[in-house]
């Protein structure tokens, strides 16, 4: 699954608003949901962040569970912040607005 940086949550914030409880970090997607031991665990990937999964998702709950450390994952998240989004192209994101 791919989730594109929202209009006004990117960088730190965005990593606050996806309110990630556990400190532990899965590096391959997990077994099954530490939260309700629901075995449909999804990686999201950030557009323009990292390439691949930055963090897991449970299908049941929805809790999240990080694949990196905190600070890896707000390092990751942190290159969305100057991101110039076209929301009527796909294919302008990750590129600069013109002068
Ligand atoms: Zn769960």
């Known amino acids: 699954m ?3 940086v929202s209009k006004g949550i990117r960088g730190i914030d965005m990593f606050y608003n996806l309110n990630i409880k556990g ?3 899965w590096r391959k997607t ?3 949901c530490p939260h309700c ?3 449909h665990i999804t990686g ?3 557009l323009c962040a990292y390439d691949g999964p930055l963090f897991w998702e449970c299908d049941d709950c929805g809790e999240r569970m ?3 450390t905190k600070q890896t994952t707000v390092k ?3 290159k969305t912040e100057g991101l110039f989004i076209d929301l009527e192209g796909m294919e302008n994101i990750c590129q600069q607005p013109p002068n």
Do not use: A, Q, S, Y
Request: aromatic content about 10%; charged content about 40%.
């Open 30 to 32: 997990p077994d099954k």
């Open 76 to 78: 990751h998240l942190r």
């Open 2 to 4: 791919v989730w594109m």
């Open 37 to 39: 031991g629901g075995k």
């Open 23 to 25: 400190t532990k970090k």
């Open 44 to 46: 999201i990937e950030i």
């Open 66 to 68: 990080l694949r990196f």
